[in-house]
């Protein structure tokens, strides 16, 4: 079910005017570089925009075109992808690095559709890139944008709506197609800013009289003990120290402080990262290593009875 025509005019009016006065100033939206606005949509993807910030800067520093990017071995783009974490996207950006040079010569292509195809971006870093890079009227929409939507229009999509195409679908029809890339900057903008998860401002909120779900939210915060009952459902999740993650980042940060063509044993790398740096057992981080080999985040080399670590 979509939105009448007049309550849709409102909602582009409010939104649009809002961001004209308050979006905020960020690098990757002074440019329409192809390239830049990737680089940082995938460096967005599970990282905060002022950790981003940054490295967007140093990273186009280094890597300023595809060709370059290509051109780079693995491990050197892997090694300038730190602090930002999750790694798997270094190695992602690298290889549909390669792919664009190799097949579009260097161009990224404009559609949504065909950069699905290029492997390795997902529906919303394709979208997003088709719609502030080539203007693509098509829905950008992330967890603050689906959070936002799901409050906006939350008697046509539900408060909490699922993500997926029905809610791209959705996303799409209320789209303003002449105003698609301010109107995807907005959402993001408001869910980051005042449409929060846990605290949504609605006083100060420039949609609060054309928000179905605001008065939804402020019966569902005067029920507190389902709230805690919520909350306790966060409790049960392992310490992040303790997790796969956690080890796999501190291998990688170990494998970056080698020079390229140096490796570690197996047995050195326990010791680096592991929990207890006298333990001569490697076993526990065999696993690990070999997940990161497939991952293309490491290379293992067998020698002399020996396992030697490497970045790729
Ligand atoms: S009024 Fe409240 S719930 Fe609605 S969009 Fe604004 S902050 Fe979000």
Redesign the pocket.
């Known amino acids: 079910m979509i939105a009448d025509r007049a309550r849709l005019v409102a909602v582009h009016e409010a939104l649009l005017g809002w961001y004209a006065r308050n979006g905020r100033d960020l690098p990757w939206r002074r440019t329409r570089d192809p390239y830049a606005i990737l680089v940082s949509e995938i460096m967005l993807q599970q990282t905060q925009v002022e950790r981003v910030r940054p490295k967007f800067h140093e990273f186009l520093a280094c890597f300023p075109t595809f060709e370059s990017l290509a051109r780079a071995p693995a491990g050197e783009v892997i090694r300038r992808w730190a602090p930002l974490g999750y790694n798997r996207r270094a190695v992602r950006l690298h290889a549909v690095a390669r792919t664009v040079v190799e097949r579009f010569e260097g161009r990224l292509p404009e559609r949504a559709e065909q950069l699905r195809e290029l492997g390795g971006l997902g529906s919303y870093t394709a979208n997003a890139v088709a719609c502030f890079a080539f203007g693509q009227a098509v829905p950008v929409v992330d967890t603050n944008v689906r959070r936002?939507l799901g409050?906006?229009f939350a008697d046509l999509v539900g408060l909490d709506p699922p993500g997926g195409r029905s809610l791209e679908r959705f996303a799409a029809a209320v789209l303003p197609a002449d105003r698609a890339y301010e109107w995807n900057q907005a959402l993001m903008d408001?869910g980051a800013t005042?449409?929060?998860a846990r605290a949504?401002?609605?006083p100060s909120?420039?949609?609060?009289l054309a928000?179905v779900?605001?008065p939804l939210?402020a019966a569902a915060r005067s029920r507190p003990a389902q709230a805690a009952e919520r909350r306790a459902t966060y409790t049960t999740r392992p310490p992040y120290q303790r997790s796969n993650r956690f080890y796999r980042g501190r291998i990688v940060d170990q494998l970056r402080l080698l020079e390229p063509g140096q490796s570690l044993s197996l047995a050195e790398l326990a010791r680096a990262v592991g929990p207890d740096p006298s333990s001569k057992d490697d076993a526990w981080i065999a696993d690990l290593v070999d997940g990161l080999r497939r991952d293309g985040l490491a290379t293992i080399v067998e020698d002399q009875g020996e396992t030697w670590v490497a970045l790729p």
């Open positions: 936002v409050r906006l408001l005042l449409c929060t949504p401002a609605c909120c420039p949609m609060a928000c779900g605001r939210l």
